[in-house]
């Protein structure tokens, strides 16, 4: 089980192993995108299912409701040198688990008052809602925070983890 | 010191197109406890997954990862798969490669390196799952369903055709409900009781169904397949298992009350049938009006009862058992149009009376045995004004909602009047006609030419001008102030939930809307269950609907409780909230956010430190928790933690990820 | 207006409205043709939204029902069903209601709030429209705007209202010379007729109401 | 003793005149004592309201902020509905917001902090210690007259600033009539509108409400019609003449202020409260009443009562009768009895127990 090596986690992406866009040497940040297991993950699969282009840009990480993300998760990631942290869930209303994502929006909303107060820049923390059916809102979703996040440039750890 | 097996799929082409997936597979091979990688053309393929099982056992894996299509797919898949095998089903993680990488990303060396990160995602995962058990939950095989109208009639008898005993409570003295009480049904206008009480009838007789009438649920507790049920039955004053319902004592009876069944338009006796049909078919004692019960003298009905089966010092009984599943029917009741509308006379004019009264009236078991009468002076009368929307579409008097059945009632009632009154008129003040159903339109249409004045608008005033009533409202659509003179007026009033139906969803865990109608748990995909597992609901306890919808309704919960009642135990889902006791504070901030109220706080003795002592914990209900893990990130002290998705868990994908 | 004769409809109402002679139609001022709603100002919608806004009025919730024409005791007299004067606003039809007469003949009695399915203060609404149909130089109905003008005048003059010089006064501007005069006879014997009192200090409530006319301005 | 600040308005000298005599003159009557607000204005009424707000507003918080300053803690008493409508609706604007309160200080430029309340004739009848001496002082009933109670638009609407028992069937008047031994009528139109100022503006469409209101309670039997705002009484009571001219209609039915008839039962005479001036004749009332302790006539259920126990009587007359007749014929009579013994036994029992 190897130890997490914060060094290696601040150097900045065009370092990294076999990551291919190294070699125009255009920046290529990593998003990690929690998902929602209903709804957005479904989305997700639905736009491969009708075979939809986006940056390959984003990772997402599934859990069963957004409910179930603990701002640490975010931190850790940001910290860790994650260009951005994409949180989809479902529609206000629409949780599987009833109530689920009113206390996500509760708490992300707070929270994301903390972390530009703490100096990140808006764009690297993002909350949305896509349901199970929108295929294309996922896809737009994650272009345009791909965008935003690539002309913000490289997540700068150090200086997070300072804050 | 795990042993990850790492099975990376080419899916044909469909993931090969565009992921290298032997370069991912070498890169697989470099992480950490990982023992063995394999790759393979169709992994779900059967010689796909018998290479699996047999490099499992020749590896001695503990653990899996398939880079493969979505779980969402083939998660099930795989979990099947190792059941078979000595690898705990939960020890499985999937990459999703085809979906959300080879399916929506043209460059091959980007996908790669996607599908790369992917995989060492879950492999870090995988490595911090542990073995997850799903308990069997027994299910006790027998349904309850609250509410004894057409709609809990209808899922009764469908369950109990299946072969799974039921019990039917209904708080009235016989169940059926408001539908034996209409004349007809629209749009085919077949006579309502004529298809009710054979249902009726067919409910009362049939072996496995246990008709509890004149009672009323108490209390719910437990969980899907098992929920403890108390039921009051009301005192009924006659004992069922010798009366023979022959119906001497209702004759002989002194007592006279109104009959709440036509809405005091006729008299009943106070120890009474509600009505001919009635299932079960005999009598009960009306408490507040017997001359028995409250003066303490007559008893005739005791005198002439053949069977001696009167009893005077009867009283509630209580009865608890257990349920598989709960149906709730409590259906609806009419909007109490007289508090609301002082303009309409409040109430205090006999002949402004509502639909439901109509139906009794034209109805020819009514107090007018099927003529066309007004309730004041018995009259026929020459011109009827019929009023939509009361109470419905009226945030500032009744409610906001449309009732969706009053335009094609209203619509009944007009034809009807005019059937039975040639020479009658019919004016129909409406809002909007809203007639969406398989012959619906056509019947408005009839009814405009049988001769009914639609007028668009709705009524300001009703108030009584010698022995008629005047009815002030605008034709909106000609832009005319007009005022009818009606014999009688007809208000086609709303519904709105029935007395008790939210307290009794509540007991059964189910949530209202703020009108008091019981949410489904999802409006198009889940329409029959609700948010706690094991209750469903159908008919107008969900929201106002007409017969045809309800009967639909109520044969889907059925066939849900069927389904569930069918097996003999169900499988718990392991990936369920866990709590560290030796962490817990018991502040109970689990408790608030849980959706299922599956978590309680305990308390419980610890030994800390060679001491005894007594703290406050969280408890997890397994059969009520559905996962979710809200509680999770609610837990201040990080005590509880989600099987399947722990916080470490993730924690080690995000990880993970960082190190590209 | 004199006794008999009622305010004319300004336009159609209904398609009745049109049947009959081709003077009828002319003398009735309808034209009759399509209003081309692309035409509607952006202007006017924002003047509508305004007018509403400070009525505390939201145009959207009005269904139409008609509730509050049905019940209006002065419905029959007016040129266009308070109905008519929302939906005008709900389309935009600013000057068409800045010119009914509807709003200068409401009586003020609440009915129709207070009946309103949807909460609407219809009575209010109708008091804002004449409010800025005479702020913005309109004067459909001169009868209502003379009272209520000299009504003002009294009480800059007196502090209170002379209910008889106030009569009397709109009699004369009004050109009704003789109206209620059969019952000033009695009123002098019921001693109705004493002249009002004024108060003292006379000077607070002239401020005080060019005070008021400030503050609206500002607004 | 309940103190008020009293608000007479415009019309208490004028057309108002028989309201403001006969409510000087029951006042000391039911413990009630008036104090008029120094120096008080115009409280603008609907002209002002319909040419500007602000002013509306303004107008009557004059009088407010006076009458808070010199009669402190009393509320303000506006007989005339009008001018109760336009002070409450000024002062629950100021009790609103601060916003609203600094507003009003601005156009009124003195000191005011929105703490007075405003009440209406109604209010101030209607409460217990009022009725209560009521009770005690009153010297007539009105024995068998039908009243209609007619409280128009100003007393009860809007509703959220006038706060009525019931927006469309209010009682208070009522209650009142009942306790001096009226019958009040019930009837459709007691919340319609007079026409208010539209009898001047357009006379046309005054009189024609004017009518259906008149026409509606005699149609439903009423003797008098009693009101509680001087400009539906003069609408009503001045008017009744143009408008039996107009509609060629021939309605006699006198047109009182609750107070008048208050004022009658306490005993006043016609010029102690105003009967004296109205349009039509009045005094009528006065020939009408009886004393207060005067037997009451029978009510229906007293009627009913009688009836029952009368045939009653005479059904057990002819039992009697019946039975002897029985004894007299001897056996056949069993056959028929027997059919219905128990219902008959059991009715036996009932007259034994009680």
Redesign the interface.
Known sequence: MPVVDNDKAAAPATETTNAAPASNGEFRPKILAFCCNWCTYAGADLAGLNRMNYPADVRLLRVPCSGRINPQFVIEALNKGCDGVLVCGCHPGDCHYVTGNYYTRRRMLVFKRLLEYAGLEPERFQVRWISGAEAGKFRDTVTQVCEEIRALGPIDVCEEVAK | MSRIGVFVCYCGSNIAGTVDVE?VAD?ARTL??VVYVETNKYTCSDPGQASIKAAIEEHNIDRVVMGTC????HELTWRKLLSETKVNPYMLEVA?L????S?????K??????A???IK?AVAKV?RNSALYSVEIPITDRALVIGGGIAGMQAALDIADAGHPVTLVERKPSIGGKMPQLDKTFPTMDCSACICTPKMSEVGNHPLIDVRSYSEVESVSGYVGNFEVTIREKAKYINYDSCTGCGMCET?C?TKVDNEYDLGMSKRKAIYKMFAQAVPSKPVIDAEHCRMLTEG????CE??CPTHSINYKDEDKLTTETYGAVVLATGYELIDWGKL???Y??G?YPDVITGLHFERIVNASGPFEGHIRRPSDQKEPKSVVIVK?VGS??????VSYCSRACCMYGAKHAHQYLDKVPDGKCYVFY?DVRTPGKGYDEFYMRTKNDGAEYL??????I????DHYVC???????????SVNADMVVLETGMVPAPGSRETAMMCGV?CDLDGWVTEAHPKLRPVET?SAGVYLCGTCQGPKDIPDTVAQAGAAASKVIGLLNKPHIESNP?ISHVDESLCCGDGACVD?C??GAIKLIEKEFRENSRKVKRTVANVNQGLC?????C???CRSGAMD?LG?T?EG??K???A???? | MRDGDVAPRMRIRSSRDLTGSVEKIVEKGVIVQADDLSKIKDSDREAIAELAQRAGVNLKDCYQCGKCSAGCPMGEFMDLLPRQVIRDLQLGFLEDVLNAKTPWICAGCNVCSCRCPQEIDVATLMQEVRRTSKATGHQPYPEADKFDDIFIGNVRKFGTSHEVGLAMKFNMSSGHLFQDVGNSTKMLKHGMLKKGRNIEHIDEVQKLMDRALKESEEK | MTKYAYFPGCSAHSTGISQTISVDYIAPRLDIELTEIPDWSCCGTSAVKLTNMDMALALPARSLAISERELPGQDVFAPCAGCFQSLKTSAEFSKESDENLAKIKRMIDMPYEASVDVVNVLDVLNTDEAKEALKANMKYRLQGIKVACYYGCALVRPEKICDPDSVENPQVMENLVKIIGGDPIDWPFKVECCGASNHITIPEAGKKLSKNIIENAVDNGADIIVTACPLCWMNLDMREDEINKKFGTNFDIPVYYITELLGAALGGNATEIGLDRHFRPAEGLLTKLVDKDAPLPETEEEKKARLRKEAAAKKAAEKKAAKAAEVAEGADADADGAADAAPATADKKDEVKA
Request: charged content about 25%; aromatic content about 6%; overall charge positive.
């Open positions: 370069a890169v950490p406890n979505s779980p969402r797919m999703n085809r979906e959300q990488v399916w929506v990303h043209k460059d060396a980007e996908g790669t390196a996607k790369i990160d992917l995602m490595d002989k002194p003298k007559c008893g005739v005198k002439v509308y002082g303009e006379g409040g205090s929307c579409r009226d945030p500032n008097k009744g809002m668009r608008g709705r009524v300001s005033k108030y009584k001008e010698g002030l409202g605008e034709d909106t659509l000609s832009g005319r102030q007009v949530q948010n990936q956010i959706p299922y559905q996962g979710c893990g809200a999770t990130a609610a989600l998705f916080n993730i924690m994908e995000v990880d990820l960082c190190q590209w």
